[in-house]
């Protein structure tokens, strides 16, 4: 050993390590990958590049982007997000409606186009055809765009169309807003495919003669509360006060979840006496039963009625009429009466007064009648010989 050299005796320099939340570089199959940690959770990402000098630039935005997502407590967008579906933010949401009840489900998974319940074989149709295998951070306001022009292509209402995208929108905008992304932009189509019909009680009654049975009372009550479908087939005795001349809403069983009281008197009374005749019959072996249903099909309920409902209408020379009809009917007819807004929009069950409006349709019957009111006010405002105009006319 000559001077020069030096001979250093103790422990090995210590190996230096990362500093914490700096993340890390590890090297497969000629790739540097980043593995970073957030929240407690390692996340591995490939960056893409063989060269170091750029997988750690790679390296240095994702931790930038960790420090923001923990300013703002968005979720950070890894590749396991990238590769959620549309489907499975649909699913998410049908998953939800169910969780909550909400009535509109089936008609949420008719307008998505998912398969009819008991028909899973069934080919999806609609948004769940064009976008469901889409990544979800994909999803542009443009594609939308395409979409609705399709549609209204093959014929669909613009209504239709707006329920479709809506539902699209409230599936994927919550989980890009969680990832910070921009939201999803919809267009909306004007809708002027409102609905106006109603009836005159001659058509209620030409309708009523001409279904079954089984169905005349339904009809007949609809026409004179103005209550949904729904509202009426589901209504039981418990719910009728027949001593105090009521009938009661459930709220559950109500559309906008509020209950709601009918008073009963002449029609109505009529009515629900006869309904309480009917409570009783015969089951299939001539067991005698009480129906709890109002209104029931040998002690079931009644059911989807609509072709018997087509048949009828188009008997009765009302061909295209809907049952909702009868809705608006009633709020026209208690206008007509003269009953106050208010105790009508309680009846009805309306809790907006722009709602209402809609439905008090005003018919060419009170127009002729308006018109001849305002012939009649003419006419006799008799004619004054000393106004100028009448003057000059004269000479």
Not at 93 to 119: K, M, N, Q, T, W
Not at 244 to 254: D, F, K, Q, T, Y
Not at 323 to 341: I, K, Q, S, W, Y
Request: charged share 30%; aromatic share 6%; proline share 5%.
């Amino acid at each position: 050993m000559s001077d020069d050299e030096t001979c250093t005796i103790g422990p090995a320099p210590a190996r230096r390590r990362r500093a914490r939340g700096k993340g890390s570089l590890w090297k497969r199959g000629g790739v540097w990958w980043a593995v970073v940690s957030f929240r407690g959770r390692r996340i591995r990402e490939a960056t893409g590049h063989s060269d170091k000098r750029k997988a750690q630039e790679f390296l240095d935005a994702k931790l930038a982007q960790l420090s923001a997502a923990r300013a703002t407590g968005q979720t950070v967008v890894t590749s396991e997000l990238r590769r959620v579906t549309v489907k499975e933010r649909l699913d998410a949401l049908l998953l939800d409606f169910g969780l909550r009840r909400v009535r509109g489900l089936a008609a949420a998974r008719s307008h998505i186009g998912y398969p009819p319940e008991g028909r899973p074989d069934q080919a999806p149709t609609k948004v769940l055809k064009r976008f469901g295998p889409w990544r979800a951070v994909d999803l542009s306001g443009e594609a939308v765009d395409r979409y609705v022009e399709a549609r209204l292509r093959e014929g669909a209402k613009p209504a239709t169309v707006n329920r479709e995208t809506q539902l699209l929108a409230q599936a994927v905008r919550p989980f890009l807003a969680r990832l910070g992304l921009p939201a999803l932009a919809v267009r909306r189509q004007r809708e002027d495919n409102a609905r106006q019909g109603f009836f005159e009680k001659a058509e209620v009654e030409a309708v009523v003669a001409a279904l079954p049975e089984d169905l005349r009372d339904v009809v007949r009550f609809g026409f004179l509360s103005g209550w949904r479908r729904g509202e009426i087939v589901t209504l039981q005795w418990g719910d009728v006060d027949r001593a105090g001349g009521a009938v009661r809403l459930r709220p559950e069983r109500s559309k906008n979840r509020h209950g709601r009281t009918l008073a009963l008197g002449g029609e109505l009374s009529a009515l629900v006496e006869r309904r309480w005749r009917a409570r009783l019959f015969k089951r299939a072996d001539g067991e005698p039963r009480v129906a709890e249903l109002v209104f029931h099909r040998g002690g079931e309920p009644v059911g989807d009625f609509r072709k018997a409902w087509a048949t009828a209408t188009a008997a009765a020379g009302c061909q295209g009429r809907l049952f909702h009809d009868l809705r608006r009917t009633a709020v026209r007819n208690m206008v007509r009466a003269g009953v106050p807004e208010r105790v009508a929009m309680a009846t009805s069950g309306h809790k907006t007064r722009s709602m209402f409006d809609r439905y008090n349709i005003v018919s060419e019957a009170d127009l002729r009648a308006a018109a001849e009111r305002t012939d009649a006010y003419l006419a006799a405002i008799p004619a004054d010989p000393t106004y100028p105009a009448a003057q000059g006319a004269a000479r």
